[in-house]
Structures are given as C-alpha cells and as structure tokens.
C-alpha cells in the first residue's frame, strides 16, 4: 500500500447559509482521499484548536483510520473557512470575513515526528500551511513531497520552495493552455519532475519526464457539492502513480474520482452544526 502523510493545513469549512461545518483544509483533504481510494495508507501531522471545530476535524480523522498520533491540540481556536452561496453558486469569502488560520500555522517537527514521517513515502502540504521554513527539513527526512499552490502562479513568489518539491500542484482555472505551458517550463527548470496543472471544466493537464498529458473532465449527472474536488483528483493521481498505474490511467482515474467527490457534502462528508 502506497503511504502517504500530510502535513500542515487543516480547517472546517462554514457553510454559512445552512449553518453547517465540515472537515476541510489540503493537506488533510488529500491524505484522506487517498485513504478513500483503497490504494493507501495514511496519516497527519498538524495543529488543532481545542474548540469544537478542531475536536470534530480529530474526530473525522479517526473515523477514517488516519495515523493521528503526531497531531498536536494547541489552546486556541482552529482554523476556519467561511462559504456561502452568490448567485447560486459555493463561493468562499474572503478579507476578514473569510476565515481565520487559528492555531494551524504553529507546526514545529521535532525528532520523534522526523522518524514518524521517514516511515511514509509521499509528504502532501500546501501553499496554506505556513510550513515553507521547514521544507528543507522535510526534504532531508527522505519521502518526495507533492505541495499544492492553489493558484499562486506568480513564479517569484514561489520559486524558493520548488527546489524541495517533487509534485508541483497548480489551479490554471480558465487560463490559456499556452500561458500555462510557458509557467509549467519554467517551474521544471527549478525542480520538480511532475507538475499538475488542474483547470476546472477544462479538465486538467500534466507535464512528466518531457512529456504533456492532457485529462477531461469526468461528467455526472447530478453534483452535490464540489468542494475538494481537486484535492480528490489530486489524491487519486498520487495514489495511482504510486500503485504502480501508468501515468494517462491515473489522471482518467483520478477525473472519474474527482467527479464521484461531488456527489459528497463538503470535501468528505461529516456534516455537523458551527458551534
């Protein structure tokens, strides 16, 4: 079984206008999902508020046999995202009004942690973990590290940590493929040997050992929600590289799980009240 550990961000997601809360955040989605998968084993490592948001995230990531046993429960809130609906359609806010990263950037690996993390093969965080300083250390552990950037394709703001990443993970959205293929060149030079490039409707694209690979969307009649349905195209790619997939299989089966995602509430259910 692949084994695969995330570390650094986590939230609960605050559906604003049904007043309910989900477990959320990247680097706790994608181990999850690759748990979901059948293909992996996997834990996470991060800090927690001792409220009820991070005592229901906890409470999720047992339920779903992640290794929690390096998760730290730190006095103070944990960390939040505010969505609501505009014009129908899920929508994060943001300012203020969009959330709080609580107690989650305060993740420090200490040397029990490093020997935890040497056991697994694939480190999973984000551009939302305020982990970057300790990309260095992560790196010198042993496992590959895949770390999403969202859609931070601003190539300077980014270009320290891409010397420590081996999954490189972007959201072109409705970008041009060739604006794209140009930013995809440019992060290859610094490091990364698999780059993702997920872009909505438009399916998404990869660039591998030289080679550009291309995926549609996998269509479904009715859809849910689509929170976290990257993190799942994301988690099932991961999961299927290293099971030994061939690398066009994996992205078609990553869509098609992606796509399933969505028939889920939040990123993988455990819908409860904010409080």
Same mark, same amino acid.
């Given at each position: 079984m692949f084994r695969i550990i995330g570390? $650094?961000?986590?939230? !609960?997601?605050?559906? *604003?206008?049904?007043?309910?809360?989900?477990? $959320?955040?990247? @680097? !706790?989605?994608?181990?999850? /999902? @690759?748990?979901?998968?059948?293909?992996?084993?996997?834990?996470?490592?991060?800090? /927690?508020?001792? &409220? @009820?948001? $991070?005592?229901?995230v906890l409470a999720a990531l047992r339920s779903e046999g992640l290794d929690t046993s390096h998760v730290r429960v730190m006095e103070g809130p944990n960390a939040y995202a505010n969505v609501t609906l505009v014009d129908g359609d899920r929508t994060f806010l943001s300012g203020d009004m969009g959330g709080s990263?609580? !107690?989650?950037?305060?993740?420090?690996?200490?040397?029990?942690?490093?020997?935890?993390? @040497?056991?697994?093969?694939?480190?999973?965080?984000?551009?939302?973990?305020?982990?970057?300083?300790? *990309?260095?250390?992560?790196?010198?552990? $042993?496992?590959?590290?895949?770390?999403?950037?969202?859609?931070?394709?601003?190539?300077?703001?980014?270009?320290?940590?891409?010397?420590?990443? &081996?999954?490189?993970?972007?959201?072109?959205? &409705?970008?041009?493929?060739?604006?794209?293929?140009d930013f995809i060149a440019k992060v290859a030079e610094l490091g990364p040997k698999h780059i993702l490039m997920t872009r909505g409707f438009k399916g998404s694209m990869l660039y591998r050992d030289g080679v550009y690979y291309h995926q549609g969307i996998y269509h479904i009649d009715h859809v849910v929600d689509t929170m976290g349905a990257g993190d799942s195209f994301i988690a099932r790619y991961l999961a299927g590289i290293y099971s030994g997939e061939e690398t066009q299989q994996s992205m078609a089966n990553a869509a098609e799980f992606a796509a399933k995602n969505c028939l889920v509430a939040g990123t993988f259910g455990y819908e409860t009240d904010i409080r």
């Open positions: 570390i $650094g961000d986590n939230v !609960v997601d605050r559906y *604003l206008y049904k007043n309910k809360m989900y477990p $959320g955040g990247n @680097a !706790v989605n994608v181990p999850v /999902l @690759a748990k979901r998968s059948g293909l992996a084993e996997a834990a996470y490592i991060g800090c /927690l508020g001792t &409220d @009820a948001a $991070g005592a229901h990263v609580g !107690v989650s950037h305060n993740i420090v690996l200490n040397k029990e942690d490093e020997a935890f993390i @040497a056991t697994y093969q694939l480190i999973h965080t984000s551009v939302y973990s305020g982990i970057n300083d300790s *990309l260095p250390q992560m790196k010198a552990i $042993g496992p590959a590290i895949s770390y999403d950037y969202s859609d931070h394709l601003n190539l300077e703001e980014i270009r320290d940590t891409l010397p420590y990443v &081996d999954f490189a993970i972007f959201s072109g959205g &409705d970008g041009e493929e060739e604006v794209l293929r």
